[in-house]
């Protein structure tokens, strides 16, 4: 049976309006893994105020094969608002959507830091729509 292992990091205090950001990664530094290929998803919770890291998931589907991998996954990353990968195929990206997660994919390798810190400027500006609705059901 495969297993995934969440590893809770303590922080200051939980944060007000924020939403939850999971990135696929395979050095905890940058966005550089494929999701259905991701051992380790790092979780941050992202505010206008900032943001501060939550939890590593590490998900083992080395004894699943298939669809039931994706599964898996997406049970795993539950309560995450938004999964931040290198590469999702169709059929996966659906499940996660269907999960209540938004994928996002990068178009090469990029620092974690750097997206956080878009993503916390964009909730001070102007965010879209679905970003507004996320953070409004977050409260």
């Known amino acids: 049976m495969s297993e995934s292992v969440k590893i809770k990091v303590e ?12 990135f696929a990664t395979k050095d905890m530094e940058n966005i550089n ?3 259905g290929g991701a051992k380790e998803f790092v979780i ?26 994706t599964d898996f996954k997406v049970k795993a990353l539950s309560g995450v608002n938004i999964m931040y990968c290198e590469s999702i195929g169709g059929t996966a990206a659906a499940k996660v959507i269907r999960g209540g997660i938004n ?15 878009e993503l916390m400027q964009m909730l001070n500006t102007n965010p879209p729509p679905w970003i507004k609705k996320i953070i409004s059901s977050e409260k």
């Open 11 to 22: 922080g200051s205090s939980p944060m007000k309006n924020a939403m939850k950001v999971a």
């Open 103 to 117: 994928p996002m994919k990068v178009q090469e390798a990029r620092p974690i830091e750097d997206v956080l810190q």
């Open 44 to 69: 941050y919770s992202v505010s206008k105020d900032g943001f501060e890291m939550n939890e590593v998931l590490q998900t083992d589907t080395s004894k699943l094969e298939g669809d039931d991998k």
């Open 33 to 35: 893994a494929h999701f």
